[in-house]
């Protein structure tokens, strides 16, 4: 693994317990600050966590293991690993992964939010994640091979091709979100949420397992679709519907 800078220090390479070459591990935290970084190009592990500010990763590995979380700040990478496995939870601040042809799997959450302005974010093409939260991103294609095994939770955003997800085992939340339209039968554990969105209708056969808030969306049909199933409460806030489905009377 190689860094580059005209002045590495202390205060930019931060916590950088011990790197064994030999066998591409770092044994413990990986903190970088202002760097280019040349990866071993064909594996890394690393025994604490990675954390990137102001990086570029100008020679990506083939597989990246990391045993606690990444974390990018300000970082715009074209891609940083083929194969990443990072057991607690990968979050970008200001980021992107530019790359998305690599392989996700992250045992805790996918976390993405944009302080500055809404920013591109591209999801992997294939990816197992525990949770999704995106707060401020833009999604101009939601992968078919993306899957979310608990909530979701995106506010404040721009989504297209969601629709792809048929299933949700825990919250929906799309508050505040610009999105198209969501999958016919779709079928969400708990609470769905689509308050202050742009949708404009309900898809077919769609089950939610507890609440539904509909407040301040864009409906502009009068009547909900009469296969609609809401086990808990409908929330209708400043909306112009007039008829409820007997389902829910």
Known sequence: MKIKNDCVTPSNIGRFVFYDSKKNIVNGDLQLNDCDIELPSDFLHIKGSLRLRNCNIIQPTNKLI???????????????????????????ADSIIEESSYNLECNHELYCNNNNKALPIILPENAKVKRLCLENVIIDNFPNNFIVEGAINIRTSTIKGFDVIKKVNDNLTLRNCKIDKLANNLTVKDNLDLSYSSIKELPK??????????DRTEIETEELPSDLVVKNDLYIHHLNVKAIPKTLQ
């Not at 300000?74 to 607690?88: D, F, G, M, P, W």
């Not at 056969?205 to 509909?214: A, R």
């Open 66 to 92: 990391v045993d606690n979380f990444i974390t990018l700040v300000n970082c715009k990478i074209k891609s940083l690993a083929k194969n990443i496995t990072v057991e607690n939870g990968l979050y970008l």
């Open 205 to 214: 056969g769609l089950k939610v397992g507890n609440d539904l808030i509909l």
